[in-house]
């Protein structure tokens, strides 16, 4: 049962242009959010969060936005730039009683194009 | 500062062996996640150790264990070893066990079951 989904294998976009990153989760008992980045041969990396309180977090070029009566969050990089090719994961966990596991998504490669 | 490390990068076992992974967290922290990344799913959660205890565990049978050392340090041993435990292991550390803190990975070690 994939309690954290992401449905875009692959995303291509050009430098310069917004990068979408889209998830959906089915476990209401999440709440806190964080989404993940990975190059080839390395460890995710942490790249931004968002508390179930917020419906919008911004770091930079990023930001993440949450919607929890429609159980979907979303990553958005703009300016994208060909050093953010990767594959980002998006990850869900329960603060209380969750027992710190992170709940992931399977993935989406996204590809900047020049 | 030295981020995780984990060893083997890469272990080739038969069915029917055991399989032993290794992890170093970051310099001062306690606690140390396992999770699994097998072809076409998401990470999934294995188990977690702080300060040498077993805190949580995934939905993974009894073959899967672990431990943590005194250094907290810990190894992943996975027994009766079959095709589908063939993946990507990944070890992750935060500074202890508190709910927000942020969990950092290592590169993993790719298991190949024949």
């Known amino acids: 049962d994939q309690q954290v989904k992401q449905n875009s294998p692959s995303l291509s976009v050009q430098e310069g242009r917004i990068s979408i990153l889209n998830c959906d989760y089915t476990n209401s008992m999440f709440d806190y959010f964080l989404w993940y980045k990975k190059y080839p041969a390395e460890g995710p990396t942490f790249l931004i969060s968002i508390s179930s309180i917020k419906d919008k977090n911004e770091d930079g070029r990023f930001t993440v936005f949450l919607n929890k009566s429609a159980k979907h969050l979303s990553l958005h990089i703009v300016p994208s730039q060909p050093g953010d090719s990767a594959v980002y994961f998006c990850a869900a966990r329960i603060l209380t009683g969750g027992g710190n596991k992170l709940t992931f998504g399977t993935g989406t490669q996204l590809k900047v194009e020049l | 500062e030295a981020g995780v490390t984990q060893s083997p990068t890469h272990l080739i076992k038969t069915r029917g062996q055991q399989a032993t992974l290794r992890c170093s967290p970051i310099s001062g922290h306690t606690s140390v996640y396992w999770y699994q990344q097998a072809l076409g799913l998401g990470l999934q959660f294995l188990l977690w150790?702080?300060?040498?205890?077993?805190?949580n565990r995934g939905n993974f049978p009894p073959r899967f264990s672990g431990r943590q050392f005194p250094n907290y340090s810990s190894e992943l041993n996975v027994n009766a070893l079959e095709l589908e435990d063939s993946a990507l292991y990944l070890c992750?550390?935060?500074?202890?066990?508190?709910?927000?803190?942020?969990?950092?990975f290592g590169p993993g070690t790719r298991l190949t079951v024949l």
């Open positions: 150790y702080d300060e040498g205890e077993e805190r």
């Open positions: 992750a550390s935060s500074p202890g066990a508190g709910t927000y803190n942020e969990q950092f």
